[in-house]
Protein backbone atom coordinates (compact mmCIF):
# COMPACT_ATOMS: atom_id res chain seq x y z
CA UNK A 1 0.00 0.00 0.00
CA UNK A 2 1.10 3.65 -0.75
CA UNK A 3 0.60 6.92 1.53
CA UNK A 4 1.94 10.31 1.05
CA UNK A 5 5.17 10.80 -1.12
CA UNK A 6 8.00 12.51 0.35
CA UNK A 7 11.12 13.89 -1.58
CA UNK A 8 13.03 10.79 -0.05
CA UNK A 9 10.34 8.53 -1.80
CA UNK A 10 10.19 9.98 -4.82
CA UNK A 11 14.15 9.62 -5.11
CA UNK A 12 14.05 6.21 -4.18
CA UNK A 13 11.44 5.31 -6.50
CA UNK A 14 13.86 7.05 -9.00
CA UNK A 15 16.61 5.33 -8.55
CA UNK A 16 15.92 1.61 -7.04
CA UNK A 17 12.25 1.50 -8.34
CA UNK A 18 12.71 0.23 -11.41
CA UNK A 19 9.68 -1.45 -13.35
CA UNK A 20 9.94 -3.43 -16.48
CA UNK A 21 6.56 -4.13 -18.40
CA UNK A 22 5.12 -6.84 -16.96
CA UNK A 23 5.36 -5.07 -13.40
CA UNK A 24 4.04 -1.55 -14.97
CA UNK A 25 1.38 -3.28 -16.33
CA UNK A 26 0.17 -5.03 -13.72
CA UNK A 27 0.74 -1.35 -11.74
CA UNK A 28 -1.85 0.51 -14.51
CA UNK A 29 -4.13 -2.34 -14.44
CA UNK A 30 -4.48 -1.67 -10.39
CA UNK A 31 -4.65 1.83 -10.65
CA UNK A 32 -7.29 1.48 -13.69
CA UNK A 33 -9.40 -0.77 -10.88
CA UNK A 34 -8.59 1.72 -8.29
CA UNK A 35 -6.96 -0.38 -5.61
CA UNK A 36 -3.33 0.84 -6.56
CA UNK A 37 -3.34 1.97 -2.97
CA UNK A 38 -3.25 -1.75 -1.78
CA UNK A 39 -0.58 -2.93 -3.70
CA UNK A 40 3.26 -3.45 -3.02
CA UNK A 41 4.95 -0.19 -4.18
CA UNK A 42 7.90 -0.60 -6.38
CA UNK A 43 10.63 0.32 -4.07
CA UNK A 44 9.04 -2.53 -1.47
CA UNK A 45 8.46 -4.92 -3.84
CA UNK A 46 12.27 -4.27 -4.52
CA UNK A 47 13.18 -5.19 -0.50
CA UNK A 48 11.03 -8.36 -0.90
CA UNK A 49 12.61 -9.63 -3.83
CA UNK A 50 16.27 -8.44 -2.58
CA UNK A 51 15.41 -10.51 0.92
CA UNK A 52 14.47 -13.43 -0.98
CA UNK A 53 17.21 -13.78 -3.42
CA UNK A 54 19.68 -13.00 -0.66
CA UNK A 55 18.28 -15.18 1.89
CA UNK A 56 18.17 -18.22 -1.35
CA UNK A 57 14.36 -19.12 -0.87
CA UNK A 58 12.60 -22.02 -2.42
CA UNK A 59 9.47 -22.64 -1.10
CA UNK A 60 7.24 -19.57 -0.36
CA UNK A 61 3.56 -18.58 0.78
CA UNK A 62 2.29 -15.61 -0.01
CA UNK A 63 -0.95 -14.43 1.96
CA UNK A 64 -2.31 -11.59 -0.49
CA UNK A 65 -2.18 -11.74 -4.34
CA UNK A 66 -4.34 -8.86 -5.38
CA UNK A 67 -2.86 -8.54 -9.41
CA UNK A 68 0.35 -10.44 -8.61
CA UNK A 69 2.87 -8.17 -8.29
CA UNK A 70 4.34 -8.65 -5.33
CA UNK A 71 4.06 -12.52 -6.18
CA UNK A 72 6.07 -11.95 -9.46
CA UNK A 73 8.31 -9.79 -7.90
CA UNK A 74 8.86 -13.02 -5.53
CA UNK A 75 8.62 -15.61 -8.23
CA UNK A 76 11.33 -14.04 -9.71
CA UNK A 77 13.98 -14.39 -7.05
CA UNK A 78 13.12 -18.35 -6.65
CA UNK A 79 15.13 -21.22 -8.68
CA UNK A 80 14.26 -22.26 -11.57
CA UNK A 81 12.62 -25.39 -9.26
CA UNK A 82 11.27 -22.85 -6.69
CA UNK A 83 7.79 -22.51 -5.61
CA UNK A 84 5.42 -19.81 -4.84
CA UNK A 85 1.48 -20.83 -2.98
CA UNK A 86 -0.11 -17.43 -3.06
CA UNK A 87 -3.48 -17.09 -1.55
CA UNK A 88 -6.30 -14.60 -2.08
CA UNK A 89 -10.16 -14.58 -1.05
CA UNK A 90 -10.74 -13.25 -4.28
CA UNK A 91 -10.52 -15.84 -7.30
CA UNK A 92 -11.28 -13.17 -9.97
CA UNK A 93 -7.84 -10.97 -8.52
CA UNK A 94 -6.12 -14.09 -9.05
CA UNK A 95 -7.35 -14.76 -12.52
CA UNK A 96 -6.51 -11.28 -13.41
CA UNK A 97 -3.16 -11.53 -11.46
CA UNK A 98 -2.53 -14.50 -13.81
CA UNK A 99 -3.50 -13.18 -17.08
CA UNK A 100 -1.11 -10.04 -16.75
CA UNK A 101 1.74 -11.66 -16.08
CA UNK A 102 1.18 -15.21 -18.55
CA UNK A 103 4.18 -14.07 -20.32
CA UNK A 104 6.79 -13.82 -17.55
CA UNK A 105 8.50 -17.31 -17.74
CA UNK A 106 8.62 -16.71 -13.41
CA UNK A 107 4.91 -17.09 -13.80
CA UNK A 108 5.04 -20.95 -14.03
CA UNK A 109 6.57 -21.31 -10.30
CA UNK A 110 3.33 -19.49 -8.69
CA UNK A 111 0.51 -21.75 -7.75
CA UNK A 112 -2.43 -19.79 -6.70
CA UNK A 113 -5.00 -20.35 -4.03
CA UNK A 114 -8.41 -19.04 -4.04
CA UNK A 115 -10.35 -18.56 -1.16
CA UNK A 116 -10.01 -17.69 2.76
CA UNK A 117 -6.59 -18.01 3.14
CA UNK A 118 -6.69 -19.41 6.56
CA UNK A 119 -8.59 -22.67 4.77
CA UNK A 120 -5.54 -22.60 2.50
CA UNK A 121 -2.99 -22.20 4.70
CA UNK A 122 -4.79 -25.55 6.47
CA UNK A 123 -4.38 -27.16 3.50
CA UNK A 124 -0.72 -25.71 3.03
CA UNK A 125 0.38 -27.68 6.60
CA UNK A 126 1.14 -30.99 4.02
CA UNK A 127 3.94 -28.88 1.83
CA UNK A 128 5.29 -27.60 5.42
CA UNK A 129 8.25 -26.21 6.21
CA UNK A 130 8.21 -22.92 3.88
CA UNK A 131 11.63 -20.99 3.31
CA UNK A 132 9.80 -18.14 3.79
CA UNK A 133 6.13 -16.16 4.83
CA UNK A 134 4.87 -13.15 3.12
CA UNK A 135 1.76 -11.79 4.78
CA UNK A 136 0.10 -9.17 2.89
CA UNK A 137 -3.94 -9.20 3.37
CA UNK A 138 -6.42 -8.55 6.51
CA UNK A 139 -5.03 -7.02 9.08
CA UNK A 140 -6.92 -8.71 11.68
CA UNK A 141 -5.89 -11.86 11.17
CA UNK A 142 -2.23 -10.91 11.08
CA UNK A 143 -1.62 -13.11 14.33
CA UNK A 144 -2.99 -16.29 13.30
CA UNK A 145 -1.20 -15.60 9.80
CA UNK A 146 1.85 -15.47 12.29
CA UNK A 147 0.88 -18.37 14.47
CA UNK A 148 0.54 -20.19 11.56
CA UNK A 149 4.19 -19.72 10.30
CA UNK A 150 5.90 -20.12 13.86
CA UNK A 151 4.88 -23.89 13.22
CA UNK A 152 5.49 -24.24 9.44
CA UNK A 153 8.44 -21.71 8.75
CA UNK A 154 11.00 -23.73 8.83
CA UNK A 155 14.53 -22.92 10.88
CA UNK A 156 16.88 -19.98 9.05
CA UNK A 157 13.34 -19.19 7.15
CA UNK A 158 12.16 -15.26 6.17
CA UNK A 159 9.20 -13.61 7.59
CA UNK A 160 8.53 -10.59 6.08
CA UNK A 161 4.67 -8.65 6.83
CA UNK A 162 3.25 -5.49 4.77
CA UNK A 163 1.70 -2.76 6.48
CA UNK A 164 2.82 -2.85 9.74
CA UNK A 165 3.33 0.43 10.75
CA UNK A 166 -0.81 -0.28 10.06
CA UNK A 167 -0.94 3.58 8.31
CA UNK A 168 1.04 5.21 11.14
CA UNK A 169 -2.08 4.28 13.87
CA UNK A 170 0.84 1.70 15.79
CA UNK A 171 3.07 4.30 16.46
CA UNK A 172 0.11 6.88 17.30
CA UNK A 173 -0.22 9.08 14.26
CA UNK A 174 -2.45 7.50 12.48
CA UNK A 175 -3.82 8.60 8.48
CA UNK A 176 -6.72 6.99 9.02
CA UNK A 177 -7.86 5.13 11.48
CA UNK A 178 -8.01 1.40 11.79
CA UNK A 179 -10.58 -0.44 13.51
CA UNK A 180 -9.53 -1.30 17.06
CA UNK A 181 -8.73 -4.43 16.22
CA UNK A 182 -6.56 -3.96 13.73
CA UNK A 183 -4.79 -1.73 15.71
CA UNK A 184 -4.38 -4.18 18.90
CA UNK A 185 -3.68 -7.29 16.60
CA UNK A 186 -0.93 -5.06 14.80
CA UNK A 187 0.43 -3.94 17.87
CA UNK A 188 0.27 -7.70 19.10
CA UNK A 189 1.90 -9.14 16.17
CA UNK A 190 4.79 -6.55 15.93
CA UNK A 191 5.86 -7.18 19.70
CA UNK A 192 5.75 -11.10 19.39
CA UNK A 193 8.04 -10.67 16.36
CA UNK A 194 10.06 -8.93 18.35
CA UNK A 195 9.90 -10.57 21.54
CA UNK A 196 9.02 -13.82 21.49
CA UNK A 197 12.42 -15.32 20.66
CA UNK A 198 11.37 -17.17 17.85
CA UNK A 199 12.96 -14.79 15.56
CA UNK A 200 15.68 -12.31 14.61
CA UNK A 201 13.60 -9.18 13.61
CA UNK A 202 13.05 -5.64 12.73
CA UNK A 203 10.88 -3.84 11.21
CA UNK A 204 12.24 -2.21 7.52
CA UNK A 205 10.90 1.32 8.20
CA UNK A 206 9.57 1.94 4.20
CA UNK A 207 6.09 4.18 4.02
CA UNK A 208 4.13 1.51 4.88
CA UNK A 209 6.13 -0.89 7.25
CA UNK A 210 7.86 -4.02 6.69
CA UNK A 211 8.23 -6.06 9.78
CA UNK A 212 10.77 -9.28 9.01
CA UNK A 213 12.13 -12.13 10.82
CA UNK A 214 14.40 -14.70 10.51
CA UNK A 215 13.09 -17.93 12.32
CA UNK A 216 15.81 -18.86 14.73
C1 LIG B 1 -2.90 -5.67 0.14
S1 LIG B 1 -3.67 -6.74 -1.01
C2 LIG B 1 -2.34 -7.75 -1.56
C3 LIG B 1 -1.38 -7.00 -2.42
C4 LIG B 1 -0.30 -7.86 -3.05
N1 LIG B 1 0.47 -8.59 -2.06
C5 LIG B 1 0.65 -6.97 -3.82
O1 LIG B 1 1.41 -6.23 -3.16
O2 LIG B 1 0.65 -7.01 -5.06
C6 LIG B 1 -4.54 -7.79 0.07
C7 LIG B 1 -5.26 -8.95 -0.58
O3 LIG B 1 -5.68 -9.83 0.47
C8 LIG B 1 -6.88 -10.42 0.09
N2 LIG B 1 -7.57 -10.90 1.30
C9 LIG B 1 -8.22 -10.16 2.24
N3 LIG B 1 -8.70 -10.97 3.19
C10 LIG B 1 -8.35 -12.22 2.87
C11 LIG B 1 -8.56 -13.49 3.47
N4 LIG B 1 -9.22 -13.64 4.61
N5 LIG B 1 -8.05 -14.59 2.86
C12 LIG B 1 -7.35 -14.46 1.70
N6 LIG B 1 -7.13 -13.28 1.08
C13 LIG B 1 -7.62 -12.18 1.66
C14 LIG B 1 -7.64 -9.33 -0.66
O4 LIG B 1 -8.60 -9.90 -1.53
C15 LIG B 1 -6.52 -8.58 -1.37
O5 LIG B 1 -6.39 -8.98 -2.71
Known amino acids: MRTKETAKSLYLKQVFSKEDDILRSIRNHSE??????????????????????ALQVKKVVEIGTLYGYS???????LPEDGQLFTL????????????????DP????????????????????????FDMIFIDAD????????H?????????GLLVADNTFLFGAVYGEPEKEPSEKALS??????????TSGLYNSTLIPTAEGLTVGIKK
Not at 88 to 93: G, H
Not at 139 to 146: I, R, S, T
Not at 185 to 194: D, G
Open 88 to 103: DIEQKSQEKAKALMQE
Open 106 to 129: SAAKIHFLPGSALESLEKLKAEAP
Open 185 to 194: VMKQFNKEVA
Open 32 to 53: KENVSYMQISAYEGGIVHFLSK
Open 139 to 146: KGAYLDYL
Open 71 to 77: SLMIARA
Open 148 to 156: WSNKYLKSG
